[in-house]
């Protein structure tokens, strides 16, 4: 099992930075990608950005490029997104997703998720 837990949201105006973590934990042979979704009021939750053990990053949509990155620990099993440069349609809730190899295999994890909202 693999249990993931964020941090890092809150409320910023429109132009700001926040930096999100999570940190996973649990019994685990290792945490493989990881990845940050969000989903905003009224819509279906989507890719952010992800990230493979080795590095390799990827960034679904074009209106996040430039202004957010993700990165990892891989020491650390953790994954950050530092967020800059901050928009009012950036707001809602951003969860954690992991790709962990178990005793059950190759399982998909998610966290509770984090809100962020940015005030215009």
């Known amino acids: 099992q693999v249990q993931l837990v964020e941090s890092g949201g809150g409320l910023v105006q429109a132009g700001g930075s926040l930096r999100l973590s999570c940190a996973a934990s649990g019994t685990f042979f290792s945490i493989n990608a990881m990845g940050w979704y969000r989903q905003a009021p009224g819509k279906q939750r989507e890719l952010v950005a992800a990230?493979?053990?080795?590095?390799?990053?990827?960034y679904a949509d074009y209106s996040v490029k430039g202004r957010f990155t993700i990165s990892r620990d891989n020491a650390k099993n953790t994954v950050y997104l530092q967020m800059n440069s901050l928009k009012p349609e950036d707001t809602a809730v951003y969860y954690c997703?992991?790709?962990?190899?178990?005793?059950?295999?190759?399982?998909?994890?998610w966290g509770k998720g984090t809100l962020v909202t940015v005030s215009s």
């Open positions: 997703n992991a790709e962990g190899f178990t005793v059950a295999g190759i399982v998909d994890y």
């Open positions: 990230i493979t053990s080795g590095g390799s990053t990827n």
